[in-house]
């Protein structure tokens, strides 16, 4: 049992504008939850919701790898064959903008198919039927999606991590007189 990244994750679903990035089904719904109910935030302009369905041939795992959001509050997750994005304070009409920022290729390129919602009703009944959906209709992302950064030249000795640095000598490539 993974005690911190509970606790983290408890932590991150008080403050979902925090979360960026691929979010589990149940974790994205209680987020999305959350901004809806949150009434500091302005009615019917809190983000867009959209849902995406990848073109014939291209799995939603697979799509994911392409999803690359940058702003904070920017979030997806990947079942029933969807990839379903939350985008922060996005406007309707700036859907287009938003998601070429996110994705590296024209999204007609990855999806066939797509769903919008934009109005606090609307966004929260498709939350509703989103959480019907159960975790055997959940995609699992691929491991290259989730994988973190692995700690450079660490050693876990048994307490905790411990970095060895190592030495490396500056070469002077130009061929020039060292100083
Ligand atoms: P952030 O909102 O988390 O956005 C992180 C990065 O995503 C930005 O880095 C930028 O590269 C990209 N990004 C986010 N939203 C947009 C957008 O609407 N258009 C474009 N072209 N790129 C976008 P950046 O620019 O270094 O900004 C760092 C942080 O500074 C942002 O984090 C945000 O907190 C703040 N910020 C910068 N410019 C603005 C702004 O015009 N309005 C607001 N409200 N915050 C801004
Ligand atoms: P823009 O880059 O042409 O984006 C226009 C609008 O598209 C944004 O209006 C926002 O509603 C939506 N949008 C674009 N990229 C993203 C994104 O990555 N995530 C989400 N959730 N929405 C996005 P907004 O926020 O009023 O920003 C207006 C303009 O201010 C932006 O035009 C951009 O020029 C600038 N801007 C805003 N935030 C940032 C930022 O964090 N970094 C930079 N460099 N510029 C920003």
């Known amino acids: 049992r993974h005690v911190p990244d509970e606790i983290s994750t408890l932590l991150s679903m008080t403050q979902p504008l925090k979360l960026r990035g691929y979010q589990k089904w149940d974790i994205f719904c209680k987020a999305v939850h959350n901004i809806m109910n949150n009434p500091l935030l302005p009615a019917d302009n809190k983000g867009v919701m959209v849902a995406l369905r990848p073109v014939p041939g291209l799995r939603v795992e697979q799509a994911l790898t392409l999803c690359r959001p ?16 939350f985008l922060t304070f996005c406007r309707i009409n700036d859907l287009d903008t938003a998601l070429n920022h996110i994705f590296p290729l024209p999204t007609a390129d990855i999806f066939s198919n797509r769903m919008i919602w934009f ?27 989730t994988d973190k950064t692995p700690v450079v030249n660490a050693v876990h000795d048994g307490h905790s991590w411990r970095r060895y640095p190592k030495p490396h000598r500056l070469t002077d490539a130009q061929g020039g007189q060292p100083q």
């Open 119 to 145: 109005e606090d009703k609307q966004i929260t009944a498709e939350i509703v039927e989103m959480r019907a959906v159960t975790a055997d209709r959940w995609n699992a992302p691929l491991p290259m999606t």
């Open 70 to 85: 940058n702003r904070l509050g920017d979030i997806m997750t990947i079942g029933d064959n969807r990839l379903v994005m």
